[in-house]
């Protein structure tokens, strides 16, 4: 019998068809801009509610479960929400907004002296970063059945890409500012230590913001798909 042979294209031509694909480039940086907003503060979490909300070691170490808390509690909504057809760039924004009222109750936490509220925007910023994230992933699944397995080796690279420079920069950012504030360079009102803090969570929610922009046209008009679980389960439906 005669052997196939099989044909192995350049990975080149490969990916020019894929980012050709209708939206496929506005979804990869949809994706960089929602995981870098989501993750510009991982660095600087435990950082901000020692230095500025003077918590205790255990109670800034529990900052980072509450956060995952809030992913996993993202994960299930997602699922749930996804088994009753909703688009999943639809359930990416929700959490891209989401994001926006746990950064700012972040950032108030300060002036407030707040910690309760400095942990309940770290839960809804990982509850927001939860549904962005499988909202992207499910996205990723749905393109091009000829480039799911590129489509899903983007997403996570793209991801990691963005996931790791977003948190260098925001430790430089927040560095940086606050070297400026110390030294009265950027005048008498902006000298407290949580300046260059807040100045990294304005960014990430100016990055929610343009996320938001690049999600828009990838939102199907109508308020729901077909579910990701079959129904029928493979079995022919009853005709009358």
């Known amino acids: 019998a005669a052997l196939k042979t099989e044909i192995r294209r350049p990975f080149r031509e490969v990916w020019a068809e894929f980012i050709a694909i209708p939206n496929a480039r506005r979804f990869l940086w949809a994706t960089a801009l929602g995981t870098m907003a989501f993750n510009m503060q991982d660095i600087i979490l435990e950082p901000y509610g020692g230095e500025i909300l003077k918590l205790s070691v255990g109670a800034t170490s529990a900052l980072t479960a509450m956060l995952a808390g809030g992913g996993l509690l993202g994960f299930y909504v997602a699922g749930r929400k996804l088994a009753k057809g909703i688009d999943p760039m639809r359930l990416a924004a929700y959490g891209a907004l989401a994001g926006l009222p746990a950064f700012s109750a972040v950032i108030f936490s300060a002036p407030f002296d707040a910690g309760w509220l ?8 990982g509850f927001g970063g939860g549904l962005f994230a499988v909202g992207t ?3 990723a699944m749905r393109l091009e059945s000829a480039f799911v397995g590129l489509a899903l080796g983007a997403w996570g690279a793209v991801q990691a890409a963005a996931a790791g420079l977003s948190m260098f920069f925001g430790g430089v950012l927040r560095d940086v500012v606050a070297t400026l504030s110390a030294e009265g360079a950027l ?11 807040s100045m990294v969570y304005h960014v990430e ?18 308020r ?6 079959p129904q029928n389960l493979g079995l022919s439906e009853s005709r009358i």
């Not at 400095?118 to 910023?125: D, E, K, L, Q």
């Not at 729901?224 to 679980?229: A, D, E, F, G, Y």
Request: cysteine-free; proline content about 9%; overall charge positive.
């Open 118 to 125: 400095f942990r309940f925007g770290a839960f809804g910023v």
């Open 137 to 139: 992933l499910f996205t």
């Open 187 to 197: 005048g008498p009102a902006l000298t407290d230590p949580s300046v260059g803090y």
């Open 205 to 222: 929610m100016l990055l929610l913001f343009l996320t938001l922009i690049a999600i828009g046209p990838l939102v199907k008009r109508r």
């Open 224 to 229: 729901s798909v077909s579910p990701v679980v």
